[in-house]
């Protein structure tokens, strides 16, 4: 079992950065492969990047190029680091840890989730 809180979310004015932050309990995150989901009022929980337990990343198309996923394994926590913000980023972004190796996209694939933090970016 491993429990995952996020930190980092706010208001942003659009084009700023938000460095988001998902730390873990339980059991070492070198465990797991993780992913960070965003869900917008209204809408359904979408993928927006992974990391494998190796390292390798997987980005959306929406966020390629902004957005950027790390993991300190010494630190037992996952970043997303956020630039070029834009107001359809708005959302609450969830991290979320897979027992598996390799990156997935689907959220139904992940079995550990943080409660989420709140992201706004205002135009």
């Known amino acids: 079992q491993v429990q995952l809180v996020e930190s980092g979310g706010g208001l942003v004015q659009a084009g700023g950065s938000l460095r988001l932050s998902c730390a873990a309990s339980?059991?070492?995150?070198?465990?797991?492969?993780m992913g960070w989901f965003r869900q917008a009022p209204g809408k359904e929980r979408e993928f927006v990047a992974a990391?494998?337990?190796?390292?390798?990343?997987y980005y959306a198309d929406s966020v390629k190029g902004r957005f950027t996923i790390s993991r300190d394994n010494a630190k037992n926590t996952v970043y997303l680091q956020m630039n070029s913000l834009k107001p359809e980023d708005t959302a609450v972004y969830y991290c979320?840890?897979?027992?598996?190796?390799?990156?997935?996209?689907?959220?139904?694939?992940?079995?550990?989730w943080g409660q989420g933090t709140q992201v706004t970016v205002s135009s």
């Open positions: 979320a840890a897979d027992p598996v190796p390799y990156i997935q996209t689907s959220r139904y694939e992940y079995d550990y």
């Open positions: 339980g059991r070492t995150l070198s465990s797991y492969a």
């Open positions: 990391i494998s337990k190796s390292g390798g990343t």
